[in-house]
C-alpha cells in the first residue's frame, strides 16, 4: 500500500507556470506507474498524464501535450506535474494516483492522493 499527497496547487494568471509534487510513503513509490487526473468543477475527473516505474515512459491527454511535463525520482518516492502556458480551462482539483500498470484509464488506479487546487486566472 502507498498513501500519496499532493502540493504544489496555487492562483496563477494565464500563460504562468505551477509545478505539482506527489510525494509518495509507504510502499516504494518505483514500484508503481504513476498517473495525474484532474476534475473542474461540474466535470467528470479526467487523465492528464502518466509515466511508468522507471520513467522511461509517458503518456499525456491531447489537451496538455506540449504544456505539461510528467517526472519522477524514485530517489526521493516524488512524482512531479510541470505545468507551463495554463489556461483557465486547466483549473481544476490535480489528483495524483499510483497503478500497477502503466494506463489512461482511471479504473486501473488503485491508490489516490486527495488533491491539490489549480486555479488560473484570465
Known amino acids: 500500500q502507498v498513501q500519496l499527497v499532493e502540493s504544489g496547487g496555487g492562483l496563477v494568471q494565464a500563460g504562468g507556470s505551477l509545478r505539482l509534487s506527489c510525494a509518495a510513503s509507504?510502499?516504494?513509490?518505483?514500484?508503481?506507474?504513476m498517473g495525474w487526473f484532474r476534475q473542474a468543477p461540474g466535470k467528470e475527473r479526467e487523465f492528464v498524464a502518466t509515466i511508468n516505474r522507471n520513467g522511461g515512459s509517458t503518456a499525456y491527454a491531447d489537451s496538455v501535450k506540449g504544456r505539461f511535463t510528467i517526472s519522477r525520482d524514485n530517489a526521493e518516492n516524488t512524482v512531479y506535474l510541470h505545468l507551463n502556458s495554463l489556461e483557465p480551462k486547466d483549473t481544476a482539483v490535480y489528483y495524483c494516483?499510483?497503478?500497477?500498470?502503466?494506463?489512461?484509464?482511471?479504473?486501473?488506479?488503485?491508490?489516490w492522493g486527495q488533491g491539490t487546487q489549480v486555479t488560473v486566472s484570465s
Open positions: 494516483a499510483a497503478s500497477f500498470v502503466l494506463g489512461t484509464r482511471m479504473e486501473a488506479y488503485r491508490y
Open positions: 509507504g510502499r516504494t513509490a518505483s514500484t508503481y506507474a
